[in-house]
């Protein structure tokens, strides 16, 4: 079955998908983040098949995300390295494993914890961060159309366009403080 | 062909993608933190086949992430809305689209414009933070296994395990500044 492609939309999340989202990707990355370089440790650690691991290494090192080269201590064995860009993916990785260690926790505690290298204290769950640095939740975030909208987007992000989430209705005291018009 | 499931995994980053990461599943969530609630806005502005739509938005709603309810104005259409845990999804969706407009740009600037909705300001690019709020890169984090590790995940973290990149090899003036043993 072939999966229909992202390449052709206007849309940055669908962009990213197109290179990391097909199913193992994100977890090969993740092991590349902890530091796997070869193909028999991922295939090892993750239980891939091989044929399945050699076409994500191969995508993931045509769009630039991954480095081959030869291992410096093996001419006939090759390493994959994260390039810049893929190193870039870090805050996607982080905030999937605060997802998971949130709501799909074990139940003997986190399988993970992130540390500050050079103080050792807790890393704090990724979020989104104002200028100034206050969290923000979706609530609070206008998406705007930018110049390389296309129609499809422009009608996604209409000026009424909000979030729309059970738990958290946009409260009406934050309607009513918008700036009356003069 | 059946998938692997992750769902067997120790590891917080299978667990979240066992989820959310069908092909599909984080554009439909992304439409959703843009205000769409009903079958037909999902099917029309993504262009998804119904059967793989249904499929994806039952699974979303049983793993407690979208809440499936009558719509006020027609009892006999649903809606969809993100629940506080799809709504925790945030920070994934944000990520995943700073990536996309930063290494596959539109060639006429941005697609999308994200603006604090209380000044409207830019909403900057999400980051791993310290506590103290620098901004780390996966250098500057080490990954220890807690107490929900198995011998997998304690395998992936050994004491030595780092993140390997191209770019950005671990500089050897920081390896000197480790404190040496007394």
Known sequence: MK???FADRNCAVA???ERVGEWWTLLILQNAFCGMTRFDQFRNHLDIASNVLA??????TKAGILDRRSADDDGRAYEYRLTKMGLDLYPV????TNWGERWVPDPKGPRIKLVDRKNGKPVP???VRSMDGRTLNAFEVRALAGPGADRKTLELLSPRSRPTGVQFPVPSSKRKKA???A
Chains 1, 2 share one sequence.
Request: net charge positive; aromatic share 0%.
């Open 55 to 60: 076409n994500r290494l191969a995508k993931l």
């Open 15 to 17: 962009q990213t998908l």
């Open 3 to 5: 999966k229909s492609s």
């Open 179 to 181: 700036k009356p018009r």
């Open 93 to 96: 990785i982080i905030a999937l």
């Open 125 to 127: 769950a990724v979020t």
